[in-house]
T-cell receptor
């Protein structure tokens, strides 16, 4: 079975500071990994995904994540936070089988202060 | 980009009544649609997976007779909460995938807030 653990339910950073949101996964088979962002009153939007190609994945809005098999991690980073990055972030895992749904972590709320 | 809509965005109903939530893929055909439930400050929990023209596959613990899912076309799936009770109050979110591969991006609707009085 697959699972995702997001360390830290709430992360606060200053504008311009590094953003680091942690995600660890558990999977008995090679996983596909995703990061989604949810802004208030909006649906989830895909930031980036890892599907067994390059381990460093670049996404939208300046975010990137690195797949580290040895650490079973897929942490999300952004060099410089912007006020507009304040949102809820979800890490999710899937497996290489057609029609499978995503297993989500509990989410991390990112706050950005000026 | 691909857009998924949900209707209504929020609904308040009395206990014992049924509520239907629609999920539409507006600019693409969705082979598979998923229904999730999200409790406050918690993650999304998969309720069921539906493929057009076939019966939905429900996750363990989800009552299929209570949460009726119909996927009548490649652009529309509906979730009906039958005989709703206050414990059914939640945020219901659908997603749609273009293809059948698990690497296909899922596009999420904005969610429906259900409050059962």
């Amino acid at each position: 079975a697959q699972s995702v653990t997001q360390l830290g339910s709430h992360v606060s950073v200053s504008e311009g500071a590094l953003v680091l949101l942690r995600c660890n996964y558990s999977s008995s088979v090679p996983p596909y990994l995703f990061w989604y962002v949810q802004y208030p009153n909006q649906g989830l939007q895909l930031l980036l995904k890892y599907t067994s190609a390059a381990t460093l994945v670049k996404g939208i809005n300046g975010f990137e994540a690195e797949f580290k098999k040895s650490e079973t991690s897929f942490h999300l980073t952004k060099p410089s936070a912007h006020m507009s990055d304040a949102a809820e972030y979800f890490c999710a895992v899937s497996v290489a089988r057609a029609g499978t749904a995503l297993i989500f972590g509990k989410g991390t709320t990112l706050s950005v202060s000026s | 980009g691909a857009v998924v809509s949900q209707h209504p965005s929020r609904v308040i109903c009395k206990s014992g009544t049924s509520v239907k939530i629609e999920c539409r893929s507006l600019d693409f055909q969705a082979t598979t649609m998923f229904w999730y439930r999200q409790f406050p400050k918690q993650s999304l929990m998969l309720m069921a997976t539906s493929n057009e023209g076939s019966k939905a596959t429900y996750e363990q613990g989800v009552e299929k007779d209570k949460f009726l899912i119909n996927h009548a076309s490649l652009t529309l799936s509906t979730l009906t909460v039958t005989s709703a009770h206050p414990e059914d109050s939640s945020f219901y979110i659908c997603s749609a995938a273009v293809g059948g591969s698990s690497t296909d991006t899922q596009y999420f609707g904005p969610g429906t807030r259900l409050t059962v009085l």
